[in-house]
């Protein structure tokens, strides 16, 4: 019997070990290593949400106390009011305006010299004074009212910043100084007497208001065309109106509540439909997205108004019509422009394009068009131009994208059934690659609704609802927009302030749609993509 | 005989017009888009140039690319009006006792130059850059190498695509909240680095991947056949051959660093600093402290100061420069695509 031989190990197996660590290769390191940069990107919009919402989050909270002491301080009270005398003026701004088309009517129409036309218009002149000194008396009780609310608000204030410091000094372990501070407890019922104690007066003052008012119109001088006449219908009906609502502001002082605790919805509601964004204000501060939101909409709208058609346009010339010479020449000066910085467009926008724009809206020949002629040169019209320029290298490059990705086969079929070229590119060409146009497009707008600098310089910073009654018009008034309020205020709040969390709101918000643009873009594309095989 | 009429006719005249009205009317909106990109570009450039060169001997004007802003002092002197820098005018003021009390309008960082905000650009790009291209390239390795297609793998690609998709001011906000505050770096560089990197992060990663994909498969099987490991293929066979790829792509990602404000206006830009970057006591020093930065330095001049033909020098004259340093930056890099292609060419 043959003893079994150990065999030798063949001579090409491989004898090294392999060294490993925490029972991994090196290869194996390696691999991890990758991956885990792969997930860095994971890892970032993780934090980014996170972020934004670790610093935003204390906005629900204080923006309900910061809508509390606006109950209990009374100053809602004063708003109410201060709402009526408002409208009040509102309707003397209506009636200035008439004066202004009656005084060019009289000077342009009937040719009377300045003194002549101020002559004919005493009689409206005195009307509109007394019209507009009517509410005087409502006004003086208001401002009394409103000196007494910011009195009972500052001394709120007070206590809590003493507490504030109090607990720093106690968590600091001085007790004794912390125990030292004095702080009274404020006795709301009993500071906004006066303001309820003043209710008789106020029922007094608006009725005597609306007595005046209702009498003024019944001597209200006629104006000599139709047009003007229909103004003064309107004026007097729009009075009616604001006499009319007089019983509900008396019922809503009436039962007005300042105990009332404010809903906790009501903190994000105010934030989400809030019209207004009022920040260190002496009186009250408001922290509401939508002139934002209006104002970043309108911008960007008007951009892709004008980058939509240029962008496609250009990339069905591109990737159908050119030459390839002409192809070779145009697409790296399309790339080169998305290289041109957007602080860069923003300055040319400040210096160059705001200035020639406007002075276009002056130029006689044009008056026609709407909005024109305009003073303000820093308005939606030149940020949203500027950002067109952003848009259109966006929705170029991925336009001509997908409609080079249209199989050669639908176009050779097309030309070969007699179709001419233009037939073929836009019967064939176009609707096959129409999803992926449509998310060039989605993307275009998620580029320049982020964008920054352009609409800091550009857009005119002016915080409020721009006027939709004057249609598209609209153009020509200045915004402000959620990226450059952005921009514009988080270098001077103060850290952990509810503006400073608002900012981080404003900043949540754009996160997220910027992500629902991104996702519909993707989804878009995929869901109707044209099956092609 | 007569010859027969073809059964094929040609296009209706009118029709025909129209297709060409049509076309043109594409190629109008195409070269529209050249001519406003176009005009922008010539304008900065024609009255930048004024400010950048000089028709004496260096034709550079060096003083406003090596210097630091300074405030611009406008006067009347013996009949003349003189136009002065800050030190400028201290040191007049000393030689003419007699100027100690003349009426001066100024106008804030309107003379000297711009060296500081070149030098922050500069390093800006440099560390940003460099971080995101570590990163972007080794995520792009994982996803084109590594990776088997799966839900995991879907995810990434998903939150990639998503991270492109963010507005860079919200980066701004969140390189503010975990760099600055959280993390208690401060504004500084290194904020201001980790904050542009996440930024073009997306675009790096897709750039590389393309590049990876673009390495024929042959490479990675010729090699993976003669015994090499996973790591050795990668790195010998396919990185090498990518790289000008990558690099190209990149310049994309270079220009975005460089030319966006919004990121660092929180997180890396100072409005002025009178040290420069390198001007630390300790090296740890440099990496804490903000710099400013050209894209910031434009917005400061052409929003914070007044527009006129006394400020118009400096505004103009930082965004050629602006411009300029993108473009060589650029241009750099496609030099070196071109160079490298050279080399690897299959």
Redesign the interface.
Known sequence: MIPPTVAAPPRFTVSRRRLRLLGLT??DG??W???G??????I??T??TL??F??GAGFFGQNRSNLEIYRRAGLEYVDFIRAQTDDHTALTRYLSDLRVRWMTWLLEQERHSLEEANARLEDFDRFADRFAGAVDPLRELMSGLADHASGIKAKYQLTQDRRVEQAQLAAAGRTAEAAGIEISAIDFERELEPLRESLPTYRQLSRDLAGELTALLAEAPAPPTPALRQRMDRFAELTREYVAGFPAVEHRLETWDSAQPVPAHRAFTSFLFGRQWLTASSWQDWYGIVPLFVGSLLVAALALLLAV???V??A???SQ??SSREQRL?KP??E??S??????????G???LGETLRQLSQVSWLSWLPGFPYSERLNILTAGSLLA?VA?PTI?TLAEDALNNVPRGFKEASLALGA???QTV?KIIVPASLSGIVSAVL?GF?RV?????IV??CAGNRIEIPDFTRGVAVVTEPVHTM?GI??QE??EVV?DSIHYRA??MV?LV??LL??V???AA?KIMRRYRLSTG | MKPEPSTFHSRPDGRRRIERATTWIFRAATYLVLLAGGAVLLTIAVKGSRTLFQSEAPFINWSFLTEAPESLYIFEWEGRTLEMGDREFRAFKERNPAAANVEAESYVYSAGGIFPAIAGTLLLVLGSMTIALAVGVSAAVYLNEYARDGRGIRFIRLAILNLAGVPSIVFGLFGFGLFVIFLGWNVSLLAGWFTLAFMVLPVVITASEEALKAVPLGFREGSLALGATKWQTIRRNVLPYALPGILTSSVLGIARVAGETAPIMFTAAYVVRDQLPWQVERLGDFFFQGVMALPYHIYVVSSKIPQNAHTERVQYGTALVFLLLVATIAGTSILLRQHLRKRHSW
Do not use: H, K, W
Not at chain 1, 449 to 453: A, H, L, Q, R, V
């Open positions: 090196a290869d390696i691999r290593f990758f991956g940069n792969a997930l860095i990107a994971v970032v919009l934090l980014i972020f934004l670790r610093e058609p240029l962008g346009g250009a069905i010339y591109v019509l050119a145009i000066c399309i080169f422009i290289a041109i910085p957007s602080v860069v467009l923003g300055f040319f400040i210096v160059i320029l259109v170029f001419s070229q233009l836009l993307l998620g609704i982020g964008e920054t600098m800091l310089l990226t952005i921009a988080m270098g850290r900012l981080f900043g754009l996160f910027a992500l643009i991104n996702y993707q």
